[in-house]
């Protein structure tokens, strides 16, 4: 696998870890202490601050600010100008970095662009959130949420497609099947 690519614009600063095949672009800043996995993407001017955790195959497209306390697991797809927080009051004058609140992004998660995620939530295992969401809680695994503030609209196949009723069909596209569970959907039969 090749060593990682960053541009000759971006900054990715000592103590940062970059995974092999991972491609920093223009005006993007890595701080010290932040983990990138393999094969990654960040679009131009992203940065990605201390302690952040990202793993492998993450797509993070331009404009995004990766706070402290946000982890992405695995294959997670960040849309352009998309947003997280890491604080739910902030002021200019009073510090409030004791209440980072964390934020978990699950395996295959898919965040639209412009979306807003507020900080403390886990969005499950492949959710999808559509372009301008607003999420205030945290959302199931393969669900489809939107909205202000977002709510779930369906469910969402691992491989993209919507899906009609979870529980009684196959995806129409790939055949995967699943099942309901408390925390959103669970593959029953791989396709």
């Keep these: 696998m090749s060593d990682p690519f960053v541009h000759e614009s971006a900054y990715v600063d000592a103590g940062a870890e970059i995974g092999a095949g991972t491609r920093i672009w223009h005006f993007c800043h ?12 960040l679009g131009q001017n992203v940065v990605v601050m201390p302690g952040v955790r990202i793993g492998n195959n993450v797509k993070i497209q331009n404009n995004v600010s990766v706070y402290e306390g946000v982890t ?3 294959d997670v797809f960040c849309g352009p100008s998309m947003v997280f927080t890491n604080v739910i009051n902030p002021r200019s004058h009073v510090s409030r970095k004791h209440e980072y609140r964390p934020t978990l992004v699950r395996k295959g998660a898919t965040i639209g662009a412009n979306a807003t995620v507020l900080c403390g939530v886990t ?12 999420i205030t809680r945290d959302v ?31 995806c129409a596209a790939c055949g995967t099947r699943y099942r309901a569970e408390d925390d959103g959907l669970a593959i029953v039969e791989d396709r």
Excluded: H, K
Excluded at 30 to 41: Q, T
Excluded at 123 to 134: E, M
């Design 30 to 41: 890595v701080n010290p202490g932040a983990v990138i996995g393999e094969r990654c993407s």
């Design 72 to 74: 992405l697991e695995d």
């Design 123 to 134: 969005l499950g295992t492949y959710a999808f959130v559509a372009a301008g969401a607003v």
């Design 140 to 170: 199931p695994a393969f669900a489809l949420v939107a909205g202000v503030p977002a709510r779930r609209l369906g469910w969402m196949c691992r491989c993209g497609e919507r899906l009609d009723d979870a529980a009684a069909r196959p």
